[in-house]
T-cell receptor, first 113, second 113 residues
Framework: AQSVTQLDSQVPVFEEAPVELRCNYS??????LFWYVQYPNQGLQLLLK??????LVKGINGFEAEFNKSQTSFHLRKPSVHISDTAEYFC???????????FGAGTRLTVKP | NAGVMQNPRHLVRRRGQEARLRCSPM?????VYWYRQLPEEGLKFMVY????????ESGMPKERFSAEFPKEGPSILRIQQVVRGDSAAYFC???????????FGPGTRLLVL
């Protein structure tokens, strides 16, 4: 079965700074990869996804992620963060052979003024 | 175009009572997934259902938990004889196609006293 590791549980950054949230996965078969954002007391909102094709994926709110098969990574980046980006970010992986999507433990991004 | 709806948003139960959590998928979606999120943790897959069928319940505790997705009406996650350890946020997601993008509801936060 596939699994996901988010290497940083908390990432504090200053407003307008760039940020990278790291995600590594393991799977013996081809995968689909996702990043979700969760604002306090809310559900998960899809930021972006990789299903196939271009390895650089652009999502909402200025986020992007790059699928690196050789490093089994799918790191999330934003060149300049805003206070409103403060939230919990989850990386997730699934594959066509399984029914469940596996989530990482989450990375709490805190943007300070 | 309503998204995934869950109710109630908050549920308080005493130990030994039953909890019923409801999920209405997005219009046209026939695949429903339930996840549990414990405090400070990521989401853990519980069960995957299609209309009237449980496809995968490998993440469900063996006792006290059950799920259904009837032909008419919402999907129901039922927890019998709740214990304090059941306190968590329960999220429902739906998708149009199996293993395609899952859209999440706002969650039900269950508190067992």
């Amino acid at each position: 079965a596939q699994s996901v590791t988010q290497l940083d549980s908390q990432v504090p950054v200053f407003e307008e700074a760039p940020v990278e949230l790291r995600c590594n996965y393991s799977s013996s078969v081809s995968v689909y990869l996702f990043w979700y954002v969760q604002y306090p007391n809310q559900g998960l909102q899809l930021l972006l996804k990789y299903l196939s094709g271009s390895t650089l994926v652009k999502g909402i709110n200025g986020f992007e992620a790059e699928f690196n098969k050789s490093q089994t990574s799918f790191h999330l980046r934003k060149p300049s963060v805003h206070i409103s980006d403060t939230a919990e970010y989850f990386c997730a992986v699934s594959n066509y052979n399984n029914n469940d999507m596996r989530f990482g433990a989450g990375t709490r991004l805190t943007v300070k003024p | 175009n309503a998204g995934v709806m869950q109710n109630p948003r908050h549920l308080v139960r005493r130990r030994g009572q039953e909890a019923r959590l409801r999920c209405s998928p997005m219009k046209g979606h026939s695949h429903v997934y339930w996840y549990r999120q414990l405090p400070e943790e990521g989401l853990k897959f519980m069960v995957y259902l299609q209309k009237e069928n449980i496809i995968d319940e490998s993440g469900m505790p063996k006792e006290r938990f059950s799920a259904e997705f009837p032909k008419e009406g919402p999907s129901i996650l039922r927890i019998q004889q709740v214990v304090r350890g059941d306190s968590a946020a329960y999220f429902c997601a739906s998708s149009l196609v199996r293993q395609e993008t899952q859209y999440f509801g706002p969650g039900t936060r269950l508190l067992v006293l």
